[in-house]
């Protein structure tokens, strides 16, 4: 069955009612030019928030070895996500799981990114908007990824509840990631949006 991530959580209230939903994992953004950007403070009322069994992912997007650290020393996180052009050595060197992200080109040889971050515990792809990292609700031609990856594929980059169900029935991913998609506003999320997303996501890989 695909997993289901909600991205940009700003408040416990929306961790907590992703959680209720059904998401499989919530991501925290550690990126201050993000409109969705969340202090180690809000980030620990987060997590607190949430219940047993729910993934938690740290994003970065070109971070300072540092910051990464004193977030895994503050903050009880699972999983971490790279946005920026972090190294493969730079993404393994705090030895917890990581996922590298990959905004999409029509030259991009996705395979080849795999091969290089061979220990990611997946690639997220993602549509690439000029001078953006991620968080602008664009997507991108799904037929541009390979059929076959030796990572696991994310999907991500403007998914919405309109789109989710066709997208994982024609690119089959491990788990979708979802942030504008099913927000009230940026940085909050609608309730009724986020329950028909994950829905449509399990529909879609029946």
């Not at 909600?6 to 030019?33: H, M, N, W």
């Not at 020393?73 to 999983?79: E, L, R, S």
């Not at 169900?165 to 942030?179: G, K, N």
């Amino acid at each position: 069955m695909i997993r289901v991530k909600i991205c940009g959580i700003t408040c416990p209230q929306d961790a907590k009612e992703a959680a209720r939903l059904g998401a499989d994992a919530i991501g925290l953004v550690f990126y201050s030019d993000s409109p969705r950007h969340v202090t180690l403070e809000q980030a620990q009322e987060i997590i607190a928030a949430l219940p047993p069994f729910v993934s938690t992912v740290a994003l970065f997007v070109n971070p300072q070895p540092d910051f990464v650290k004193q977030v895994l020393t503050n903050c009880a996180v699972d999983i971490l996500q790279f946005h920026g052009e972090e190294s493969a050595a730079f993404c393994r060197s705090f030895q917890r799981p990581y996922l590298k992200a990959v905004r999409i080109k029509p030259d991009l040889n996705l395979a080849e990114w795999a091969e290089q971050y061979s220990d990611a515990r997946a690639i997220l792809a993602d549509a690439f908007v000029e001078g953006a990292h991620g968080g602008t609700g664009k997507t991108f031609d799904w037929s541009l990824l390979p059929k076959h990856l030796s990572l696991p594929l994310v999907l991500s980059g403007g998914l919405n509840v309109d789109n989710v169900a066709l997208a994982v029935r024609q690119v089959r991913p491990a788990a979708v990631d979802v942030s504008s998609g099913v927000e009230a506003v940026k940085g909050i999320k609608d309730a009724a949006k986020m329950a028909a997303f994950i829905s449509g996501a399990k529909n879609g890989s029946l």
